[in-house]
T-cell receptor
Framework: KAGVTQTPRYLIKTRGQQVTLSCSPI?????VSWYQQTPGQGLQFLFE???????NKGNFPGRFSGRQFSNSRSEMNVSTLELGDSALYLC????????????FGPGTRLLVL | DQQVKQNSPSLSVQEGRISILNCDYT??????FLWYKKYPAEGPTFLIS?????DKNEDGRFTVFLNKSAKHLSLHIVPSQPGDSAVYFC?????????????FGQGTTLQVKP
């Protein structure tokens, strides 16, 4: 079974731009969560999607948004990029929402200049 | 407010010896704990978990111990191998109804020297 895939793997943007990241969960998994990893804040939860609905949201500004499609694939969008948005964005999938064990993709490394 | 704490940012051990990674938590209601391993440029990989009804869970070279009274868990790797060099995160799932998220510690970088 293929693991969680994320595209693109690396991205360079400038301040003020917007970016869309994509995640394909493990086949059969219906829940997708997004996390941000930075050196200062560690791994922090962004949001969780299940059945095309956002079920849970972390403490991030409204510039961070996401969606999930009927095939469980998910995208997250960051608008009006700031330098502090430079981070590794990780997607994780699990069979159902709220399950303990989540399986992570390789991440998208975003650099904002 | 850090609910899950890994107070040692780094640990260095010799190949073949035991590695002990520690994690403390603040909420006695936490009932499930996970350890993830992360290599650079990769996502975290699930390693081992433990439920609060147990005080020990073993999987090959990896054993996790849970001390509920001290709100402390530890991951033991025996024997340590150079390929174990990575960042180790402890994590706690926080469930709310039918949704959940993982709360991670800050991570401990383990270096196993040949």
């Amino acid at each position: 079974k293929a693991g969680v895939t994320q595209t693109p793997r690396y991205l360079i943007k400038t301040r003020g731009q917007q970016v869309t990241l994509s995640c394909s969960p493990i086949s059969g998994h219906r829940s997708v969560s997004w996390y941000q990893q930075t050196p200062g804040q560690g791994l922090q939860f962004l949001f969780e999607y299940f059945s095309e609905t956002q079920r849970n949201k972390g403490n991030f500004p409204g510039r961070f948004s996401g969606r999930q499609f009927s095939n469980s694939r998910s995208e997250m969008n960051v608008s009006t990029l700031e330098l502090g948005d430079s981070a590794l964005y990780l997607c994780a999938s699990s069979l159902l929402a709220g399950l303990e064990t989540q399986y992570f993709g390789p991440g998208t490394r975003l650099l904002v200049l | 407010d850090q609910q899950v704490k890994q107070n040692s940012p780094s640990l260095s051990v010799q190949e073949g010896r035991i590695s002990i990674l520690n994690c403390d938590y603040t909420n006695s209601m936490f009932d499930y704990f996970l350890w993830y391993k992360k290599y650079p440029a990769e996502g975290p990989t699930f390693l081992i978990s433990i439920s609060s009804i147990k005080d020990k869970n073993e999987d090959g070279r990896f054993t996790v111990f849970l001390n509920k009274s001290a709100k402390h868990l530890s991951l033991h790797i025996v024997p340590s191998q150079p390929g174990d060099s990575a960042v180790y995160f402890c994590a706690v799932p926080r469930r709310s109804g039918n949704t959940g998220k993982l709360i991670f510690g800050q991570g401990t970088t383990l270096q196993v020297k040949p």
